[in-house]
């Protein structure tokens, strides 16, 4: 098919103030601009691109929040002659890619935008007669095999078969910066992938707590923020990595070994918190699902949060495993997630998992965590 543009529609977006949509508008252009070679033109609520390669801009528009649809499409002058000899090429190309026989049940729908001296059940039933005509195919308005659309626009008319669903959503950037604690596991990603599609700018902290966890666990979430990073046209994610090791070794040997993860998240958190605050970043992001494991119940996200003074976000809270993975599945983070890397060595064999949190806030005085949680953070490279 040659196609001469691409058509795209947001959602959300369009339902803000006249300032606000303008706004975020112009922030859905510029992501646009970043990963597509194109020009890039807005009218009324669509965006028209003009890309240099289709394939490409097709394939990365699948990846830009706020875009609810797109349709590539060609586009002519809205005189009847023009339409008609537009519609019968593009009608061809359709038969050469066998998407449309003698016996295609089919339908036009026509939308139309300005004044003009035909309404568009009128321009519909001119464009389904030149259909008609060249193929002989039935006319079906309620149940079709297929669909071709006609967009007039004053005057210029487009016109397409496809509507090629996009991530939906609000534009990258347009909800400010979140610190997501991501490790390599299966849930912290699809929580990252989920605020993105609201909007938020990630910065993404990786608590490496080698020795108890291994070069691969690192490795892991490199790949991880790297597929991530396909979404993130326009904004992309700030990787940062904390070590974390000498932290855990503390816990380990000046707290009950049952208060080890306990701690260990206590300490993310804190760090995520001063992280937020120095990045100017508004929210923590974690991938909890509540009960999914022992340090997810309620009493320990309770005594986990206990003084952390910046919002924590839990996109994933009411999700069960299978939801979450789908989506793993479905963004492509889900096959470098579950590959083995020999989980974390600082686990004890009886984790807590009903925290109670004054016994939790002794041990934090106790182990130090103020200080221990200064020292590792000092080790974050900017
Ligand atoms: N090494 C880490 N670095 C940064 N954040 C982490 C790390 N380990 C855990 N977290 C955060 O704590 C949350 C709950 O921890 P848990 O130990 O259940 O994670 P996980 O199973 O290793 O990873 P995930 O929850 O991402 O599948 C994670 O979703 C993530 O937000």
Redesign the pocket.
């Known amino acids: 098919m040659n196609y001469d543009l691409i058509i795209a529609r947001y959602g959300e977006v369009g339902l803000k103030s006249h300032k606000v949509r303008s706004r975020f508008e112009k922030r859905l252009i510029r992501n646009m601009e970043s990963s597509i070679e194109a020009e890039i033109d807005i009218d009324q609520a669509r965006i028209f691109i003009f890309p240099q390669n289709f394939d490409d801009a097709i394939n990365k528009l699948s990846k830009i929040f706020g875009v609810v649809s797109y349709s590539p499409a060609v586009a002519t002058h809205t005189t009847f002659d023009e339409v008609e000899d537009t519609l019968l090429k593009y009608v061809d190309e359709l038969e050469k890619n066998n998407l449309i026989n003698p016996n295609t049940k089919f339908a036009i729908r026509c939308r139309r935008v300005g004044t003009h001296d035909f309404t568009s059940q009128e321009f519909a039933a001119f464009a389904g007669s030149v259909v008609v005509k060249k193929l002989g195919c039935p006319v079906d308005l309620s149940n079709p095999d297929l669909e071709i659309f006609i967009e007039v626009r004053d005057n210029d008319t487009y016109i397409y078969h496809e509507k090629i669903p996009g991530p939906g959503g609000l534009p990258l950037g347009t909800q400010g910066k979140v610190v997501?604690?991501?490790?390599?596991?299966?849930?912290?990603?699809v929580?990252a992938y989920l605020m993105m599609k609201r909007g938020c700018q990630v910065i993404a902290?990786?608590?490496?707590?080698a020795p108890y966890?291994s070069s691969k666990?690192l490795k892991k979430?490199e790949d991880i923020i790297n597929q991530l990073q396909t979404y993130a046209s326009g904004a992309p994610i700030k990787r940062r990595i904390v070590k974390?090791g000498d932290y855990l070794s503390k816990c380990q040997n000046d707290a009950p070994s049952r208060m080890t993860?306990i701690l260990c998240?206590s300490g993310?958190y804190q760090l995520a918190a001063m992280l937020a605050k120095d990045m100017h970043a508004l929210a923590i992001?974690?991938?909890?699902s509540l009960g999914?494991?022992a340090?997810?119940t309620l009493p320990n996200i309770l005594a986990t949060r206990e003084d952390v003074d910046v919002p924590i976000f839990s996109p994933l809270i009411g999700m069960d495993k299978v939801e979450i993975s789908r989506i793993a599945e479905k963004i492509g983070t889900f096959d470098i997630?579950k590959l083995d890397d020999g989980g974390?060595k600082a686990v004890p064999r009886y984790p807590e998992t009903n925290a109670n949190i004054n016994q939790v806030h002794e041990a934090r005085e106790n182990m130090g965590q103020k200080t221990e949680i200064l020292n590792a953070f000092k080790t974050i490279k900017f």
């Not at 997501?180 to 990603?189: A, C, E, Q, R, T």
């Open positions: 997501v604690l991501l490790s390599s596991g299966i849930d912290s990603p929580a902290l990786y608590c490496d707590n966890t666990a979430n974390y993860c998240k993310m992001v974690d991938g909890n999914q494991v340090s997810q997630s974390c």
